[in-house]
């Protein structure tokens, strides 16, 4: 166990629906990063959450967003979903002290 | 911006030979490496990191990787390799300073390592 929380483990949603996916970083951690693992894209850098606010975006689409709550769980909303979607999405967190991630183990999102 | 680079798609070597997956790198100012490894339905586990110092980092599983600043690489080896560490394995970057502070991914480089 990594520390890194993430629900619901599996997704299985239609296109045009909305899925909201959890993360709960290790405690102590700050920042919260979410990534797209597909078979084509490889893991691609969605946004960063630090304490709250959102300090960087990478390749997110206008259909996702992304909030951090005060008690630092973070959630990504996907909408208007497509078959493209479907991934392995990953939570990570980090500290100060590690300069890496740890990441959680995924929610994999099939859309139909 | 930053970017990482691995090679090889696809690695294979029998069990008990060394073992080497490649990753170069491009990042502004000084580079903090990582290899990470993932299982299948898994997700992503760290095995090692350099930071500053030694040029050689030993991590976990008797994995090791050693920083090469004018070839900007490092890549990952084991002396003697497992079939348990058959696996994907993921070099990434970030820069030690800057606003793009967040780890950037290599495209990964499938080991087997066959019995």
């Known amino acids: 166990d990594s520390g890194v929380t993430q629900t619901p483990k599996h997704l299985i949603t239609a296109t045009g629906q909305r899925v909201t996916l959890r993360c709960s970083p290790r405690s102590g951690d700050l920042s919260v990063y979410w990534y797209q693992q597909s078979l084509d894209q490889g893991l691609q850098f969605l946004i960063q959450y630090y304490n709250g606010e959102e300090r960087a975006k990478g390749n997110i689409l206008e259909r996702f967003s992304a909030q951090q709550f005060p008690d630092l769980h973070s959630e990504l909303n996907l909408s208007s979903l497509e078959l493209g979607d479907s991934a392995l999405y990953f939570c990570?967190?980090?500290?100060?002290?590690?300069?890496?991630?740890?990441f959680g183990s995924g929610t994999r999102l099939t859309v139909v | 911006a930053q970017s990482v680079a691995q090679p090889e798609d696809q690695v294979n070597v029998a069990e008990g030979n060394p073992l080497t997956v490649k990753c170069t790198y491009s990042v502004s100012g000084n580079p903090y490496l990582f290899w990470y490894v993932q299982y299948p339905n898994r997700g992503l586990q760290f095995l090692l990191k350099y930071i500053t110092g030694d040029n050689l980092v030993k991590g976990s599983y008797g994995f090791e990787a050693e920083f090469n600043k004018s070839q900007t690489s490092f890549h990952l080896k084991k002396p003697s390799a497992l079939v348990s560490d058959s696996a994907l394995y993921f070099c990434a970057v970030r820069p030690e300073s800057g606003s793009a502070r967040q780890l950037t991914f290599g495209s990964g480089t499938q080991l087997t390592v066959l019995p």
């Open positions: 990570a967190s980090s500290s100060r002290t590690f300069y890496g991630y740890t």
